[in-house]
């Protein structure tokens, strides 16, 4: 493969893997109806990432109070260590 084709198919790759991250940030910019509830996370089950990693699935232990979880508003003051963000 000539060093052209391999640089044109990098550069496409690349546009595309910059593409993929944009639109995954987008699906977490919130959700109507709903809050961020921290505190109540199952270890690798929160919505997003905090200070300690930067990705959903993330979370390595139950109830870290940084990691946090979508909940329908009004849910989350109800639920034991909940606290809206």
């Not at 989350?76 to 260590?81: D, G």
């Amino acid at each position: 493969m000539s060093n052209a084709k391999m640089i044109t198919k990098s550069a496409l790759a690349s546009m595309i893997a910059v593409g993929v991250m944009a639109a995954s940030t987008d699906a977490f910019a919130g959700k109507p109806g709903f809050e961020k509830c921290q505190g109540i996370a199952k270890a690798g089950m929160n919505d997003c990432g905090t200070s300690k990693h930067s990705c959903a699935g993330q979370a390595a232990k139950d109830g870290d109070a940084e990691e946090w979880v979508y909940v329908p508003e009004g849910t989350c003051s109800k639920i034991v260590n909940g606290k809206v963000k």
